[in-house]
């Protein structure tokens, strides 16, 4: 089998809201209606001190740093996307694809320097990564509020039928007006995911798909296991599902194997953050709190957290 990358990186970045373009390498494809761009200023070693130290934060006006990345151009998402979470990306001729905790955004990125939105599909779901293949676009949700519908109400039963968890699968022959051509449901969603093609079986390709939330009830999906894999092999933890994607029918999409590939795995070692970053981080924090803010501790750290959260928590 061989693996296929979710983006097929071109020479073009498309990072967060706004969205940024950077050129960073050599096209496979021309670009029409654009100039080729000026080379970076490129250079081995690390800019010191380090610039990204102190950055003001913002939401459209956030102070930047670059070490041989050129930003090209800066472009504010739609009207329903602007201020949710950006996820992935995934690339098919000269679009970009801008997967996002309100759904996905389509840029038409021929000109690098004047990105335009194709089309903006509103699906509340996190995490929303995408990926592409041929006509096909995969998209990955694992929250519980992501419905079938792509409704913006959100799902509030605990246990219902108009929840989606797990993997969208969309048509984009008309890039302009996707269509939702098949969903597969797993007990913890899809977090991420991977496209993957046997080279043996061109009718189909495979999803390789990891959720990392709760598992679900199985009143909700049958078969759902929530206990420890020792009591009981069915459970749904320390596994990745495999959906099976038959390209002439992606409706009849289905999982077709559960390997368990987590089960004991070693904490890897790790370290914490510099300290620049760490005394950086602590005047962020106390700067937000002086000034009416909230901040929380995440694994040990103190994380501030944004306004788009606390406000539906203080109401």
């Known amino acids: 089998m061989a693996f296929v990358c979710r983006a097929h990186r071109r020479s073009l970045l498309l990072l967060t809201a706004p969205a940024l373009l950077a050129a960073c390498g050599h096209s496979t494809s021309s670009m029409a209606g654009s100039a080729p761009a000026p080379a970076a200023n490129m250079s081995a070693a690390a800019p010191s001190p380090d610039p990204r130290v102190g950055l003001r934060a913002g939401q459209m006006d956030a102070q930047q740093a670059a070490w041989n990345l050129r930003l090209v151009s800066s472009t504010q998402p739609s009207a329903k996307f602007v201020g949710q979470t950006n996820s992935d990306l995934a690339f ?81 022959t008309d890039i302009a007006n996707p269509k939702n051509v098949g969903n597969v449901q797993t007990c913890r969603g899809s977090h991420t995911h991977t496209v993957v093609v046997d080279p043996k079986d061109p009718e189909n390709v495979y999803v390789y798909i990891s959720g990392s939330s709760q598992v679900r009830s199985e009143k909700e999906l049958p078969g759902c296991v929530a206990v420890a894999p020792s009591k009981d092999p069915n459970s749904a933890l320390f596994r990745i599902e495999v959906i099976k994607v038959p390209l002439a029918h992606p409706d009849q999409a289905a999982i077709v194997s559960s390997p368990r590939i987590f089960n004991d795995l070693i904490k ?14 602590a005047k962020a924090a106390a700067d937000a709190r002086a000034h009416g803010g909230y901040t929380a501790m995440v694994f040990g750290e103190e994380m501030i957290l944004p306004p788009t959260f606390t406000d539906g928590l203080l109401k």
């Open 92 to 172: 098919t001729g000269p679009y970009a694809i801008q997967g996002s905790y309100a759904g996905y955004q389509i840029w038409d990125i021929s000109n690098p320097a004047h990105p335009s939105l194709k089309t903006a599909y509103f699906c509340p779901a996190s995490q929303s990564d995408v990926s592409v293949y041929k006509n096909l676009l995969f998209v990955s949700g694992e929250g519980l509020t992501g419905r079938l519908d792509c409704g913006g109400e959100g799902v509030k039963d605990t246990v219902s039928k108009e929840r989606l968890r797990g993997l969208r699968i969309f048509d984009i």
């Open 268 to 281: 890897p070692k790790s370290h914490g953050a510099s300290q620049q970053d760490s005394i950086a981080e």
